[in-house]
């Protein structure tokens, strides 16, 4: 075979490969980091409310979050009555939680990282997780038997020798703007064990994102716990004090 044929083959093989996969393999960094900063800034706020569905009861959550990079979190439930107060700080992966009916602050240890806040589907794992997706992940396409038309499948596999409870994530996003449809979380057993749905895309403070996460439990049925956003803030001076032991006690 002539080298000039041969080139021609190679270039046919690498066509359909994009055609299959919806996007040049070399793009998929840059979806990632869209992916990874798509809530985060250097600082945030918002309002949001928490609504948790169980088989037995539901109660809806409303709270303020304050964030800072990567590393910091703070968050103040304001309703219902019964919750008002109480309120959560993680530093790094640091956190703790504050208790305004016995006025004390307890710092929570490893041993219930993956223990439910508040009662929700999220764990205290997901608020102080500090990894990132960019860098903490290896990422590829993949092309799901049931993938459907618009949308980009990427496969996340955590980096060798991380703390990360997830063998890997399989994640959609749409194709025009890389916002993320759902994710799916499986186990060292490869089980799937949770869904996040994306949904509701609004504007706020000039950043498109979806206002609405989903998460669905796998291994309990009739489970869910829904996030909204109501309002949200990016890029904005935050007071430094807002990130200490010191604010849990306060009643702003």
């Known amino acids: 075979m002539k080298l000039s044929q041969f080139i021609i083959i190679q270039l046919f093989i ?4 994009i055609k299959l996969n919806g996007q040049n393999p070399q793009n998929v960094r840059e979806i990632i980091k869209s992916i990874d900063e798509l809530y985060r800034s250097k ?7 928490m609504e948790i569905v169980t088989p037995h009861w539901e109660r809806t959550l409303k709270m303020k979050i304050w964030t800072e990079n ?20 993680r530093i790094g992966n640091e956190m703790w939680n504050y208790l305004p009916k016995t006025n004390k602050v307890i710092k929570i240890p490893p041993s219930m990282m993956m223990s439910s806040w508040m009662g929700s589907d999220f764990t205290n794992d997901d608020l102080v997780n500090e990894f990132s997706l960019l860098e903490d992940y290896h990422y590829e396409f993949i092309h799901p038997s049931d993938a459907k038309q618009d949308l980009i499948y990427i496969k996340c596999t955590p980096r060798e020798n991380l703390p990360i409870v997830w063998k890997h994530i399989i994640m959609s996003v749409r194709e025009e703007d890389y916002i993320p449809v759902t994710e799916e979380y499986y186990d060292e057993k490869d089980q799937l064990m949770r869904i996040i749905e994306y949904k509701n895309i609004s504007s706020f ?11 669905i439990p796998q291994n309990k049925e009739g489970h ?4 909204r956003y109501l309002k949200a803030e990016f890029e904005i001076s935050l007071d430094k004090e807002i990130f200490t032991l010191r604010n849990l006690h306060s009643t702003d």
Do not use: C, H, Q
Request: glycine share 2%; no cysteine.
């Open 205 to 215: 403070d000039k950043r498109k994102i979806p206002s609405v996460m989903e998460l």
């Open 43 to 49: 600082s945030s706020y918002a309002e949001m409310e």
């Open 224 to 227: 869910k716990t829904v996030l």
């Open 70 to 89: 990567m590393n910091k979190t703070f968050i103040r439930i304001l309703e219902p009555a019964k919750e008002k107060g109480v309120a959560t700080l």
């Open 14 to 17: 690498v066509m359909l490969f």
